[in-house]
C-alpha cells in the first residue's frame, strides 16, 4: 500500500504561480511513475502530467510551456510547478503514483487525496 501526501494548493491570482508536492510512503524504487491530473467542477478528472523513474514526462495541451513536472528519485516524490496560472487552472489537483510489484509484476495505482488550487481573475 502507497499513501501519496500532497501540499502545496491554494489561492493565486491569474498569472502567479504555484508548486504542488506530492511525497510517496514506498520506495522509489517501486514506483514507475508518477503524476498529477486534476477535475474542475462537473467536469471529469484529466491528465495534466505524468513523469517516469527515467525522467520521461508528458503533459497536457492545456498545460504545455506553462507547467513543469519533475521528480526526486531519493525522496520518492514529484513536484508540479504551476506558472502563469489561468482562472481555467482551477480544480483540486491529484497525485497518483504507480507501483510495480516486482514479484509479480502487477501494477496498481494509487491516488492522493487532492489539493485544491484557485486562480482568480
Known amino acids: 500500500q502507497v499513501q501519496l501526501v500532497e501540499s502545496g494548493g491554494g489561492l493565486v491570482r491569474a498569472g502567479g504561480s504555484l508548486r504542488l508536492s506530492c511525497a510517496a510512503s514506498?520506495?522509489?524504487?517501486?514506483?514507475?511513475?508518477m503524476g498529477w491530473y486534476r477535475q474542475a467542477p462537473g467536469m471529469q478528472r484529466e491528465l495534466v502530467a505524468d513523469?517516469?523513474?527515467?525522467?520521461?514526462?508528458k503533459y497536457s495541451d492545456s498545460v504545455k510551456g506553462r507547467f513543469t513536472i519533475s521528480r526526486d528519485n531519493t525522496k520518492a516524490t514529484v513536484y508540479l510547478q504551476m506558472d502563469s496560472l489561468k482562472p481555467e487552472d482551477t480544480a483540486i489537483y491529484f497525485c497518483?503514483?504507480?507501483?510495480?510489484?516486482?514479484?509479480?509484476?502487477?501494477?496498481?495505482?494509487?491516488w492522493g487525496q487532492g489539493t485544491q488550487v484557485t486562480v482568480s481573475s
Open positions: 497518483t503514483a504507480k507501483q510495480i510489484n516486482t514479484l509479480t509484476l502487477k501494477l496498481t495505482d494509487y
Open positions: 513523469i517516469t523513474k527515467d525522467g520521461a514526462k
Open positions: 514506498a520506495s522509489s524504487l517501486s514506483i514507475t511513475k
